[in-house]
């Protein structure tokens, strides 16, 4: 069997893992250290580096490197080293690669596929890059895996009869990630998941780096144009200071001259804990929005959740920890690694996707983490506007899922309507991130106002299926999206023919539109006094039809059989 390896891509530092002997286990790179900076750099002469070595030569020539570009991912935005332009895939690619060597160095044998983390709140482009990246390193990407999920599958790993609610805070390098998970017997449950792509702990070596500058009388904005040696050497000593307030309560940091040298005649500057407590508060008042929203969705208090892990090296800061108390009403676990967790979490789902025994008796469920939807027009003061959002699938509903809606044309004698597909949060389009499109043609002419049934069916392997049809025809007309460029047409038909199984659309049965007619007709029949009653029950299962859910599809239709039965119109279900 070979070798499915685990990759945490993080922003500051990456690593992998396997998984052998039933462990999770972490691959050192060639210099026998097991994180790799995230950083690339290149020499006159062409070549690429990437890890310690480009680091060292940031420091010293800032203009031949590059660092923090997964922020970037799914951007168009480019850099250009040594007249060389580059991506952020393509930078990414290079990291990737260096893992993949230092895998297969260590394994004594070929490594083509990989299970790559992301923060929970990528959305699909930044999803599509991050595998364009494995793809353009050698690697078949397997599975995108969510870091929180993958940290929760280690401590899970670790404690499989637990049975809690737990939060997993993720605070790397340039992100911030809240996952709200139900644990028991061995399972996952994801139920909830926030965050913010861009902020981490390079924010908070930021904001000292800029207090010192102040203090100084140099604009910081003004200093990183102006003298890079200067800023790149005092992030180098701001984020060793950072550190160093984890177990002082101050520390004195040494800023650089302009060329980035640091002599007796550099200004000293004395950093107190309470003081970087206090340069870090704006940061900390961001981090409440994904905390918050996060409990709202999964309808929790503070006080109900049981358990909050650490995850991401930013976590080791005392002011974040405090922080995450005052927040969630408990003191934060951090028994593993924060630097370490993810990427053992990686090898875990490699081991599941490889069916290893040790892992038999573990289930993880996950969600999709950005609301899915279309594009529709609204009325508004007696005018038609465009530009308007629609849900069809919504944030944090468990994956795999199917959901359908029903729109209707805003045009008279509309022979074709076209269907924009969206991922986002906003009212309107124009701030969401647009997927694909999916033509409804042959519309029969008539008045404005004809229903499109509309179905989204949304997998673990981030694939969605659109598919639109007039309601009552049986032209079926569908768009298959997906993240993963690098299936071939038998293996995204074979995932097409997987979910098919967890299509739940009662409303393709005869006899249930069958049931709805002999309904609605008969509420025009029954006494006056017991009209709403029946009507909510129809308007409860025609509701119902269109849940994807089986078990409330089938509560709400022997609640209309009975209702019906009650009022003395039973219906004849032969």
């Known amino acids: ?46 070549e690429v580096l990437v890890g310690a070595a480009a680091k060292e030569l940031a420091v010293t020539s800032p203009e031949t490197c590059v660092a923090r570009f997964k922020q970037w991912m799914g951007s168009d935005r480019k850099v250009t080293l040594r007249n060389r332009e580059l991506t952020p895939v393509e930078l990414s ?24 983390t992301v923060p929970a709140y990528f959305n699909d482009g930044q999803r599509r890059a991050t595998k364009m990246a494995g793809s353009l390193a050698g690697l078949k990407v397997r599975r995108i895996i969510n870091e929180p999920t993958a940290a929760a599958l280690t401590y899970g790993f670790h404690d499989k009869k637990a049975e809690k609610q737990l939060v997993v805070l993720d605070l790397g390098g340039g992100t911030f990630d809240v996952t709200l998970m139900e644990v028991f017997d061995g399972s996952l449950e994801i139920v909830a998941t926030a965050g913010e792509n861009f902020l981490g702990g390079e924010e908070f070596t930021d904001r000292l780096a800029a207090e010192l500058c102040k203090r100084i009388g140099l604009p910081f904005e003004q200093a990183e144009l102006t003298q890079p040696l200067m800023i790149a050497r005092l992030r180098q000593n701001c984020e060793l200071a950072k550190r160093t307030l984890a177990d002082s309560d101050q520390v004195v940091v040494r800023v650089p001259n302009k060329d980035g040298s640091a002599g007796s005649e550099s200004a000293e500057v004395q950093i107190s804990r309470h003081e970087f407590a206090r340069l870090s508060q704006p940061l900390l008042d961001r981090l409440q929005r994904p905390i918050h929203k996060v409990l709202r969705d999964a309808n929790l208090t503070p006080e109900q959740v049981d358990e909050v892990i650490l995850v991401g090296g930013a976590t080791r800061m005392p002011v974040l920890q ?98 924009a597909v969206y991922q986002g949060e906003s009212r309107r389009v124009a701030e969401n991130v647009r997927l694909g499109q999916v033509s409804v043609n042959n519309v029969p002419l008539g008045p404005a106002g004809q229903p499109i049934v509309i179905r989204f069916t949304y997998d673990v392997n981030g694939i969605l299926e659109v598919e639109a049809f007039m309601q009552d025809s049986k032209e079926r007309f569908v768009t298959v999206i997906s993240t993963d460029h690098s299936m071939t047409d038998e293996e995204l038909e074979e995932a097409q023919r997987r979910m098919q199984a967890f299509k739940f659309y009662p409303r393709d049965d005869i006899r249930n539109r069958h049931l709805l007619h002999y309904a609605e007709q008969t509420v025009g029949e029954v006494n006056p006094l017991f009209r709403d009653q029946l009507e909510s029950a129809v308007d409860h299962f025609e509701t119902a039809m269109s849940a ?12 209309l059989l009975s209702c019906l039965a009650s009022l003395g119109f039973p219906f004849d279900q032969a």
């Open 1 to 46: 069997m070979t070798n499915i390896i685990g990759i945490d891509l993080g922003t500051t530092n990456s690593l992998c893992a396997v998984f052998q002997n039933g462990q999770p286990r972490l691959i050192p790179n060639a210099l026998g250290q097991l994180l790799t900076p995230s950083v690339v750099g290149i020499l006159e002469s062409g």
């Open 322 to 419: 405090q922080f995450v108390s005052e927040q969630l009403a408990c003191q934060p676990r951090c028994e593993l690694n924060p630097d370490q967790v993810v990427a053992l979490g990686a090898a875990v789902q490699a081991a599941l996707i490889q069916d290893d025994a040790a892992v038999e008796d573990m289930v993880m469920t996950d969600v999709c983490p950005h609301t899915l939807g279309v594009e529709v027009v609204k009325e508004l003061g007696g005018q038609l506007r465009d530009g308007y959002y629609t849900p069809i699938i919504h944030r944090n509903t468990t994956i795999p899922v199917s959901k359908e809606q029903t729109l209707f044309t805003v045009h008279p004698n509309q022979t074709v309507v076209n269907i």
């Open 93 to 116: 690619s290079f990291v990737l690669r260096s893992l993949k060597e230092d895998a297969e160095r260590f394994l004594n044998g070929q490594v083509a596929e990989a299970v790559i």
């Open 548 to 559: 994807g859910d089986p078990e409330i599809f089938d509560t709400a239709r022997t609640n």
